[in-house]
């Protein structure tokens, strides 16, 4: 069975440029989730979806974040303009049921905002 | 206001001897922990987990520890491998209204294992 895949693994982009990170879920979770580790720091929490439908996005640091789910399978995260304190590590889990069920994490994004 | 706190960044035990890890936590509605293992370039991965109905859980070399009079819980590892040097992550989660579930992680504590 796959695991949680992202893309890109990596990305540099320059201050006020967009960038557009990929999730796809374990075959059949519906639920997905964003996290972001900036160096040193905790794992935060950004948003959670059951299928399509956002059902927390409490963690989502300001409106130039924007994720969708369509279809409910893979998700983006896109973050428009891209400021230099959005660096980090993005990830992405996904579970098979939202109540105290194991998440999955993918290996992550790392962007690199200059 | 940090919710779940690893006091320790790093650690570092003799191959073959215990290796405890320590995780506190502020939030009293927290309901379920984890522990999950990350190594570089890699994503957390997840290694074993605890009911607030439990005070123990065991799987191999691995035990988890939960004291919820102190909302603390700890990592035992016996015996310790080289291979186990990565950073561990605590993480604790508590159902909302609505059913959403989240992780909450503490900033992660570096073990080495010296062969």
């Known amino acids: 069975e796959a695991g949680v895949t992202q893309f890109p693994s990596h990305s540099v982009i320059e201050k006020g440029q967009t960038v557009t990170l990929r999730c796809d879920p374990i075959?059949?979770?519906?639920?997905l989730y964003w996290y972001r580790r900036v160096m040193g720091k905790e794992i935060k929490f950004l948003l959670h979806?059951?299928?399509?439908?956002?059902?927390?996005e409490s963690g989502m640091p300001n409106n130039r974040f924007l994720a969708e789910r369509t279809g409910g399978t893979y998700s983006t995260l896109k973050v428009q303009p891209a400021e230099l304190e959005d660096s980090g590590v993005y990830f992405c889990?996904?579970?098979?049921?939202?109540?105290?069920?194991?998440?999955?994490f993918g290996p992550g994004t790392r962007l690199l905002v200059l | 206001d940090q919710q779940v706190k690893q006091n320790s960044p790093s650690l570092s035990v003799q191959e073959g001897r215990i290796s405890i890890l320590n995780c506190d936590y502020t939030?009293?509605?927290?309901?379920?922990f984890l522990w999950y293992k990350k190594y570089p370039a890699e994503g957390p991965t997840f290694l074993i987990s605890?009911?607030?109905?439990?005070d123990k859980n065991e799987d191999g070399r691995f035990t988890v520890f939960l004291n919820k009079s102190a909302k603390h819980l700890s990592l035992h590892i016996v015996p310790s491998q080289p291979g186990d040097s990565a950073v561990y992550f605590c993480?604790?989660?508590?159902?909302?209204?609505?059913?959403?579930?989240?992780?909450?992680f503490g900033t992660g504590t570096r073990l080495k294992v010296l062969a």
């Open positions: 889990a996904s579970s098979l049921d939202g109540i105290q069920e194991t998440q999955y």
């Open positions: 075959s059949g979770h519906d639920n």
């Open positions: 979806f059951v299928k399509e439908s956002k059902q927390d």
């Open positions: 939030n009293s509605m927290f309901d379920y």
């Open positions: 605890i009911s607030s109905i439990k």
């Open positions: 993480a604790a989660s508590a159902i909302k209204r609505g059913g959403t579930y989240k992780y909450i």
